[in-house]
């Protein structure tokens, strides 16, 4: 029985982060042949069935990074216009669990998605336009801008590129997968300094 489970970074052949998927889902790709490389730490070893000619049990060793030939579930990142979809728990990380007004650090579950133009007033539900606000800051906002509110956000909000989505998807992110992830960050990405 195991309590959870690790994470497999996987990449296309050039290196690009792609997704996180299941050592299950790492198994086949390796059954499927579609395992150009791998990279970081051996995270499983996995014991399959007994080859009938050699009389050898198969083995897989799977690593925290593969780079794999195939199709992907993840959207397409070359596309300028890219944005990854916007959900709270993704939001949160984001701006570090810490409310974007006040500064102080949060639960998720004391946290909300604040939309800095309200949709009342014409903003959008898209990266740009929200931040992670307490719920007291939220309630002070209400229907309100920050100017109109005398309230001043603490950070800009930015979208986050793919490789800046994967790391906030991420549950636990071990040391290799995040150097391999922040390679991929934009230069000037806060989340460089988690
Ligand atoms: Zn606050």
Redesign the pocket.
């Known amino acids: 029985m195991e309590i959870y489970q690790l994470q497999v970074l996987r990449t296309d052949p050039s290196g690009m982060p792609l997704e996180w998927i299941s050592y299950q889902e790492a198994a086949k790709l390796y059954y499927l042949e579609l395992v150009a490389y791998t990279c970081g730490t051996q995270l499983y070893v996995l014991r399959g069935g007994t080859n009938a000619k050699t009389g050898r049990q198969s083995i897989i060793e799977v690593n925290s990074i593969l780079a794999t030939y195939g199709h992907h579930h993840g959207s397409c990142q070359v596309d300028a216009h890219y944005a990854p979809p916007l959900s709270n728990p993704a939001l949160f990380k984001r701006d570090n669990h810490i ?1 974007l ?4 650090r949060f639960y998720a579950r004391d946290l909300s998605r604040d939309h800095i133009r309200p949709i009342s007033l014409g903003g959008t539900d898209t990266w740009n336009n929200v931040v992670t ?2 719920k ?3 309630n002070h906002k209400a229907g309100r801008s920050p100017e109109q509110a005398g309230m001043q956000l603490l950070a800009i909000p930015f979208t986050p590129t793919h490789a800046e989505y994967i790391y906030l998807q991420g549950r636990r992110i071990l040391t290799d997968q995040m150097e391999f992830l922040r390679a991929h960050f934009p230069r000037k990405s806060p989340l460089h300094h988690r």
Do not use: F, K, V
């Open positions: 409310c007004y006040c500064g102080m606000a307490c007291r800051c939220n």
